[in-house]
């Protein structure tokens, strides 16, 4: 009896050692499996976002020709970042003065107000008073549309008539004019 306890004893033995060899193999087993379900998830997050950058890529002719497209508006309406926003509001000033004088209405003040932060552009306004003519008044908004600089933008105006209204002379008006220019933000 003792020959069938002590085979099974070994047995056991052999069956716990055996065990223990094969506990190993199945947690490397068990972490390959762990991993190549985290790999697989990951591939399956990153495909979309490589087919987007490989549609990119097909398209980089196409998108620098807009960038240089969007680069060129951006000039036709805003003062560079390369330019103070003090130079920006005294050259809009200036070109203000002038589109004025040439339109026959009289400045009467003039002032650049500090610059805003909104978004990536600076907002410069510039506030002009006047007095002139009805008809120099719509010449100087035609004027301002055609200047070839960086857009000079109408935020508002109030116009008021000066002295008599009468039908045989030409009516004169007096007012603000609320205009602002756009500066790249650096």
Known sequence: MSQVLRTAR??????????????????????????HQW????????????????GLEQQRDKLQTLAQQSAALVAQYAYPESQEATQAGNDAQRRVRDVFAKARLEVMSSQVLPAKQEKQFDRIPVVV????????????????????????????????????????????????INLYVLRVHP
Do not use: C, W
């Not at 065990?19 to 991993?35: D, F, I, N, T, W």
């Not at 857009?151 to 508002?156: D, R």
């Open 10 to 35: 070994d047995r056991s033995v052999l069956v716990l050692l055996g065990l223990l060899l094969l506990a190993p193999v199945l947690a490397l087993a068990a972490y390959v499996a762990y991993k």
């Open 129 to 176: 008073r006047y007095e002139g003519q009805l008809t120099a008044l719509q010449s100087a908004f035609v004027a301002l549309a055609a200047d070839p600089g960086p857009a000079i933008l109408v935020e508002g105006f109030t116009a008021q008539t000066i002295g008599v209204v009468k039908a045989e002379t030409p009516q004169m008006l007096g007012g603000q």
């Open 39 to 54: 790999a697989s998830e990951q591939m399956a997050q990153l495909e979309p976002r490589y087919a987007r950058l490989l």
